[in-house]
């Protein structure tokens, strides 16, 4: 599956910001889509995830409550909106996909920049 992010941008704490991607090529219905994130100077960080059947969710302690993830079966594109943003989430976003029987995400599309300014 090819996944395409889209979406960031440089917004003030307390915004909100919506990210998209879109997933093309094999069909997603046996696969979980989620989102990473990765800061300047760390390492690489599961944000959230979403089982693309049965739309069972799973989130970081860091961004539960204030991030939600969905799906749009139709338009085969994973979302990722982000309300009461800080700092912190600063960061390249990236959508990454892994089959629903494996542990691994194994695809992963480009990464879009979110920078969140205080």
């Known amino acids: 599956v090819q996944l395409q992010a889209s979406g960031g941008g440089l917004v003030q704490a307390g915004d909100s910001l919506r990210l998209s991607c879109v997933a093309s090529g094999r069909t997603v219905t046996d696969f979980a889509l989620g989102w990473f994130r990765q800061a300047p100077g760390k390492e690489r960080e599961f944000v959230a995830s979403?089982?693309?059947?049965?739309?069972?969710?799973a989130y970081s302690d860091s961004v539960k409550g204030r991030f939600t993830v969905s799906r749009d079966r139709a338009k085969k594109t994973l979302y990722l909106q982000m309300n009461s943003l800080k700092p912190e989430d600063t960061a390249i976003y990236y959508c990454?996909?892994?089959?629903?029987?494996?542990?691994?995400?194994?695809?992963w599309g480009q990464g879009t920049q979110v920078t969140v300014s205080s």
């Open positions: 979403i089982l693309w059947s049965g739309g069972q969710t």
């Open positions: 990454a996909g892994r089959h629903r029987t494996e542990t691994d995400f194994r695809s």
